[in-house]
C-alpha cells in the first residue's frame, strides 16, 4: 500500500546542510498497521508528512497504491499531533468540514457524521465549539473528521502525546476498537514505546539524527487486543527488545543535542 | 481577586478633569474668554440640541442631530468604502507572496501621510462634493483595516492550512473557509482602530464644503469665537466615536461567539 | 583664558542690554489681504518713532484675534465684528483703536452670469467665507431684503480663497462672497466678474471693513507706545493714499501676486481711519440677534473701542472721528 525507496532528505538550517532522513525504505502492506518509533529528531514526523503529501523528499520515492504522491488528500486522512480543528465550528461541522468541501449531497454525510460521533463517544456534543472540549475529546473529533471520508491510509503523527495518561490510554483503546471496524493501513508516529507496542502489527526503529530505520519488529500478539494486553508477557518481552534498541538511540540524539 | 470597580469608580476622573477646568477657566488661569468654562459648554451644547432652529444666521440652535446624522452618514459611507477595498486586499496580501511584494512597499510608504496633506489633493481631484469627504475618511480608515487584515492572515495555524488541504479543500475553499475566518478577531480590531480613525477623519473632511456636519460646526464655531460650541463638537465626536467602536465590539462578539467559550472537560 | 574671555563678553552684554532696551519691541499680527496691506508700511514708520515691530503671519483672523486676546501679539487689524465676537465668548483684552477703511469685501460670479437682484439669490449656490464681515454683510443684506439666510443654499469653503475660484469656475457654486485679492484675480485671469448686486450697502453692517486693535494690558502700561504706533499708522495712511503704486508693489510682492492683480484688488479700497461706533453696535446686536453669539454686547462695547490716540493723532474730535456714525 505505501511503499517508500530510498528515500533521503535533507534541508538548509541556519546555512549548514542537516540531514534529516537518511536510505528510507519501508513497506506498508495493505490493512497493516505500522507503527514508526524513534527518539525526539530522528525525522519520523518529517517521514509521515512526505506520505500525507505535506513535504517531498530530495532523493528517492514515495507510492501509495501504487501511484506517486502529489498533494495531501483526503484518501490519506492525518491526525495532527494538535487536533487542529476548526474553531469557529461545531463539531459537527467539523466532522462534516471533508465531505461538504467536495460537494457531497448533506442527506449521506449527516447521517454518516452521527453515525461516527457516536463511534467516538461524543455523541450529545455535536453542537459544542472545540473550546468547550477537554483535549482528548477534541482529538477525537480530529479523528472522526478523517474517519468520515473513508480514507485508504490513515497517518497519524503522535496523536495522543498531549494528552494526560488516563486521557491516552482512552484513547489509544477508542483507536483499536476503531480500527477493528475498518482495518485500515495506519502509519503511526510515536515515542512513546507501550504505546507503539499495544497498537502495531509491526514497529519500526529510527535511529537518531540521521534517521534510517534500524530495525523492524514484528508484534505477534493476537487480535483484538485491549488494555489487558500490555499486562502480558508476550508484550513484556517485545517491550524489552524495543527498549534496548531505542535506549541507544535516544542516548546518542541525546548526545548530539548537547554538541549542537 | 480584584472585584470588579463599582460603576461610580469609572467617573472619579473625569470628574477630576472637569473641576480641574472649571477652575483654570474661573480663577483665570487663562486668558479670560478664551476658553469656555464647562457650564458654558453644557449650556451651548443644550441649545444646540433643544433649541429651536429658528432662522439662525449661524446653526448653533436646534441642529445638534441634523449635524450627527450627517456625520455620521459620511462616516458610515466612507468607512464601509475603507472596509470593502481594504478586506480583500489584506486578505490578498497576506496570502499571496506575489501580491505582497508588489502591493504592500506602497500602501507602506502612503501610510504615514496624514490625512491633511491629502486635503488640498481631494479638493483638485473630486471638487467640493461629498466625493471628497468619503475619500479622506475611507483613506483614514483604510489602513488599519488593511495592516490587521494581513495580519490575521499571517497568522493562521499552519496546521488548519494543512488539515483543510488534507480533507480535500482547493486553494479557494482553504481562503475562504478556513484563512478569512481564522483571520476575523484580526479583522475586527482593524475594524475598530479604522472606524475610530473614520471619526478623526469628519472633521477634516468636513472642512472642504458642506453645510452640516459636526465638522463644519466646529470650524465655523471657531471663526466666530464660538469655543464653547468647539468643545461641544469635540465631546460630540467623542460620544460618536465611543458608541461606534462598542458597536463593533458587539458585534465582534456575536459573530466570535467560539472565542468565548470554555472548555467543560 | 578660555574663560576669562566669556566672562568678560558676558560683562560686555550686560552693560549693552539697557542701552539696547531703548527702543519697545512689539509683535504685530498680520494677514495677507489687502485689506490690511497698508500695514506692511508700518513697521519701518514706526522705527521713526523708536518702536521695533515684528510680523507675525496669521492665515486666519481667528487666529489673529486670538493671539491678539491673550497677547501673544500685541497689535493687529480685523473685522469691525471681531471685538463683539470676543466679548461676547467673554474676551475683554481687545481695544479697537483706529479704522481702516472700506471698499475690500466683494462678491464675484461668472463672466455672462450677473446676479442683479436678490431675488435671484435664492436658487443660486453662495460660497462663504464663514466669520469675516463680508459674511456678515451679506447675511445682513439678505434679511433686508426680505429673504431668510438659512433657505439659502450657502457653501462653506474654508481653507482661502482660491478655493472659491476653482468651486466658481468648475460651477459648484454660482458666486462667492469673499475679499480681495480673489474677485481681482478672477476678474484678471478672465472668468469672473462682479454681479450688480452689492452688499456693502446694508443698514446694519454698512461698509467698514476693519479694525486696528491693540492688546488692552499692554495698552494700559505702554500708552506711550501705542500713541506712537497709532501716530504712525497715520502716517502709513498717508503714504498709501498719496503714493498707490508703491502700496500696490508692496502688496503685489509680500502676497506673491502679480501687479496687475494687486492693482485691481485696491482699486476700490478707501483708506480712512473713522471708526463708526453706531455701526459698531448695530453689527453686535446683529451677531446677537441671529445667534452667533449668545448674549447682547451692544451696550458695553463703546468700552471696547477708544478714540483718544486717534484723537491726538490727528487732531480731531472723537465726533469727527466716528464716535457717533
Redesign the interface.
Known amino acids: 500500500m505505501i511503499e517508500i525507496r530510498g528515500v533521503h532528505k535533507e534541508f538548509a538550517k541556519g546555512g549548514r546542510r542537516v540531514v534529516a532522513l537518511q536510505d528510507i525504505d519501508l513497506t506498508v502492506a495493505e490493512r497493516e498497521f505500522v507503527a514508526i518509533l524513534g527518539p525526539s529528531g530522528c525525522g519520523k514526523s518529517t517521514l509521515l508528512n512526505m506520505v500525507?503529501?505535506?513535504d517531498q523528499p530530495t532523493r528517492g520515492s514515495v507510492r501509495v497504491a501504487g501511484g506517486e504522491i502529489a498533494?495531501?488528500?483526503?484518501s490519506?486522512?492525518?491526525v495532527?499531533q494538535?487536533p487542529?480543528l476548526?474553531?469557529?465550528l461545531t463539531v459537527m461541522d467539523n466532522v462534516v468540514?471533508?465531505p461538504k468541501?467536495?460537494g457531497q449531497p448533506a442527506a449521506g454525510y449527516r447521517a454518516r457524521a452521527a453515525q461516527i460521533i457516536e463511534q467516538i463517544g461524543l455523541s450529545g456534543f455535536e453542537a459544542s465549539?472545540?473550546?468547550?472540549?477537554?483535549g482528548g475529546?477534541r482529538q477525537r473529533v480530529g479523528i472522526a473528521?478523517?474517519l468520515i471520508?473513508e480514507p485508504k491510509v490513515l497517518l497519524m503523527d503522535e496523536p495522543f502525546g498531549s494528552l494526560d495518561a488516563q486521557t491516552r490510554t482512552l484513547m489509544q483503546e477508542l483507536l483499536l476498537a476503531l480500527w477493528e471496524r475498518h482495518h485500515q493501513t495506519v502509519l503511526f508516529v510515536t515515542h512513546d514505546i507501550e504505546e507503539a507496542v499495544l497498537l502495531a502489527d509491526r514497529v519500526c526503529v529510527m535511529t537518531a539524527r540521521p534517521g534510517r530505520i534500524k530495525k523492524s519488529i514484528e508484534v505477534r500478539m493476537p487480535r483484538p487486543r485491549s488494555i489487558e494486553s500490555t499486562t502480558s508477557p508476550e508484550f513484556n518481552a517485545l517491550r524489552r527488545e524495543v527498549l534496548d534498541l531505542i535506549r541507544e538511540e535516544s542516548l546518542r540524539a541525546a548526545m548530539e543535542t548537547e554538541r549542537a | 481577586m480584584l472585584k470588579r470597580l463599582p460603576a461610580p469608580w469609572l467617573l472619579v476622573l473625569p470628574a477630576l478633569l472637569v473641576a480641574l477646568w472649571h477652575f483654570a477657566v474661573d480663577l483665570r488661569w487663562v486668558t479670560e474668554g478664551l476658553i469656555p468654562s464647562p457650564a458654558q459648554v453644557m449650556r451651548s451644547w443644550y441649545t444646540w440640541i433643544f433649541g429651536s432652529s429658528a432662522a439662525m444666521l449661524s446653526p448653533y440652535s436646534g441642529t445638534w442631530l441634523d449635524n450627527v446624522a450627517y456625520s455620521s452618514r459620511r462616516v458610515l459611507q466612507g468607512f464601509g468604502l475603507a472596509a470593502l477595498a481594504a478586506i480583500p486586499l489584506g486578505l490578498l496580501i497576506g496570502w499571496s507572496r506575489l501580491a505582497s511584494r508588489v502591493v504592500d512597499p506602497t500602501i507602506q510608504m502612503l501610510r504615514p501621510v496624514p490625512i491633511t496633506a491629502w486635503l488640498p489633493f481631494a479638493i483638485a481631484v473630486f471638487g467640493i462634493y461629498d466625493a471628497s469627504a468619503l475619500f479622506l475618511i475611507g483613506l483614514g480608515a483604510f489602513y488599519p483595516i488593511v495592516v490587521n487584515t494581513t495580519h490575521g492572515v499571517r497568522d493562521t495555524n499552519l496546521l488548519l492550512l494543512r488539515a483543510a488541504r488534507m480533507l480535500g479543500a482547493g486553494s479557494g475553499t482553504v481562503l475562504a473557509k478556513v484563512v478569512f475566518p481564522s483571520a476575523l478577531p484580526s479583522i475586527f480590531t482593524g475594524l475598530r482602530l479604522g472606524i475610530g480613525i473614520a471619526w478623526t477623519a469628519v472633521i477634516v473632511a468636513e472642512m472642504i464644503a458642506v453645510k452640516s456636519g459636526l465638522g463644519y460646526v466646529l470650524w465655523d464655531a471657531y471663526y466666530v469665537g464660538r469655543m464653547d460650541i468647539c468643545v461641544a463638537t469635540m465631546f460630540s465626536v467623542g460620544l460618536l466615536g465611543f458608541i461606534s467602536d462598542r458597536i463593533i465590539v458587539w458585534a465582534a462578539r456575536f459573530l466570535l461567539r467560539w472565542r468565548t467559550l470554555e472548555a467543560h472537560g | 583664558m578660555k574663560a576669562i574671555r566669556n566672562l568678560l563678553l558676558i560683562f560686555a552684554v550686560a552693560l549693552a542690554t539697557p542701552a539696547l532696551a531703548q527702543s519697545v519691541k512689539v509683535k504685530q499680527g498680520m494677514l495677507n489681504v489687502p485689506a490690511l496691506s497698508p500695514l506692511w508700511l508700518l513697521p519701518d514708520e514706526a522705527k521713526k518713532h523708536g518702536i521695533d515691530i515684528e510680523m507675525v503671519m496669521f492665515q486666519r483672523f481667528a487666529d489673529a484675534r486670538t493671539a491678539l486676546a491673550s497677547g501673544d501679539i500685541q497689535i493687529t487689524a480685523f473685522g469691525p465684528q471681531d471685538i463683539s465676537l470676543a466679548l461676547g465668548a467673554g474676551a475683554k483684552s481687545l481695544v479697537g483703536v483706529a479704522g481702516v477703511g472700506s471698499g475690500n469685501d466683494c462678491l464675484i460670479v461668472r463672466k455672462g452670469e450677473d446676479i442683479k437682484t436678490w431675488q435671484e439669490v435664492s436658487d443660486k449656490r453662495i460660497g462663504i467665507g464663514a466669520g469675516s464681515i463680508s459674511w456678515l454683510k451679506f447675511a445682513a443684506s439678505v434679511q433686508e431684503n426680505g429673504l431668510q439666510y438659512n433657505k439659502l443654499k450657502i457653501v462653506n469653503i474654508v481653507g482661502g480663497g482660491s478655493n472659491y475660484l476653482k468651486a466658481l469656475q468648475g460651477k459648484e457654486i454660482d458666486m462667492a462672497v469673499v475679499w480681495h485679492p480673489f474677485c481681482a484675480q478672477a476678474i484678471v485671469d478672465g472668468f469672473g466678474a462682479y454681479p450688480t448686486l452689492d452688499h456693502n450697502r446694508s443698514k446694519t453692517v454698512g461698509g467698514l471693513i476693519s479694525v486696528l486693535a491693540v492688546n488692552r494690558p499692554f495698552m494700559e502700561k505702554n500708552r506711550d507706545a501705542v500713541q506712537k504706533l497709532v501716530t504712525a499708522y497715520i502716517g502709513v495712511l498717508e503714504i498709501a493714499r498719496k503714493d498707490t503704486g508703491r502700496w500696490a508693489k508692496i502688496y503685489a510682492e509680500k502676497a506673491g501676486l502679480p501687479e496687475n492683480v494687486a492693482a485691481e484688488s485696491i482699486r476700490t479700497t478707501r483708506l480712512d481711519p473713522v471708526m463708526p461706533l453706531e455701526s459698531i453696535k448695530r453689527i453686535s446686536r446683529f451677531l446677537s440677534d441671529n445667534g452667533v453669539i449668545t448674549r447682547d454686547v451692544s451696550g458695553e462695547i463703546a468700552q471696547y473701542y477708544t478714540y483718544d490716540f486717534l484723537a491726538k493723532a490727528t487732531g480731531k474730535s472723537p465726533e469727527q472721528l466716528g464716535i457717533k456714525q
Open positions: 500525507a503529501g505535506f498533494a495531501p488528500a483526503p490519506r486522512g492525518v495532527f494538535e487542529a476548526f474553531p469557529w468540514f471533508g468541501t467536495r465549539y472545540p473550546a468547550e472540549l477537554s475529546m473528521r478523517v471520508m
